[in-house]
């Protein structure tokens, strides 16, 4: 199983965000699409960086005007990726490793999805219950 394999399920749609776009539009888009993270694409459509509900919050306890700022004075700019092809394994170590929980999905340098840290951990319950569900009509034929 790979990223692949979730974006086939879950779909390859981002909502995304420009960098100069005020945290006040950041907060209202993720209220409304009822998600925890934004891209954050420049004018050529290239990933720039990410701001996440957690980035917000960690800059209201530092500053009271955190929702007049442009994104991209809280974004990360060091943003985690991965490809299409990477397996759910890999991936699950490199978000637990790295404490993210929305990994962009970058085929040949252009976004083409994202990951939730939800998605994976769905994506492996789901191929853990298929294993047991055969070992248990195993064990029913040979009973």
């Known amino acids: 199983?790979?990223?692949?394999?979730?974006?086939?399920?879950?779909?390859?749609?981002?909502?995304?965000?420009?960098?100069?776009k005020s945290i006040k539009e950041a907060i209202a888009l993720m209220d409304a699409q009822n998600i925890g993270a934004l891209i954050v694409l420049d004018e050529d459509q290239q990933l720039v960086g990410i701001i996440s509900e957690r980035d917000i919050i960690r800059a209201f306890v530092r500053r009271e005007d955190v929702l007049s700022l442009p994104v991209?004075?809280?974004m990360t700019t060091k943003v985690i990726t991965g490809v299409?092809?990477?397996?759910?394994?890999?991936?699950?170590?490199?978000?637990?490793?790295?404490?993210?929980?929305?990994?962009?999905?970058?085929?040949?340098?252009q976004l083409v999805g994202i990951i939730s840290?939800?998605?994976?951990?769905?994506?492996?319950?789901d191929t853990y219950k298929g294993e047991v569900d055969t070992l248990q009509t195993q064990l029913m034929g040979e009973a």
């Open 117 to 125: 840290i939800g998605d994976v951990v769905k994506r492996q319950r």
């Open 72 to 74: 991209s004075q809280l």
């Open 84 to 109: 299409p092809q990477d397996d759910i394994h890999s991936i699950s170590n490199l978000m637990t490793e790295h404490r993210v929980r929305h990994l962009p999905i970058l085929s040949n340098g």
């Open 1 to 20: 199983m790979n990223v692949k394999n979730i974006l086939a399920i879950k779909g390859r749609n981002v909502i995304t965000i420009g960098p100069d």
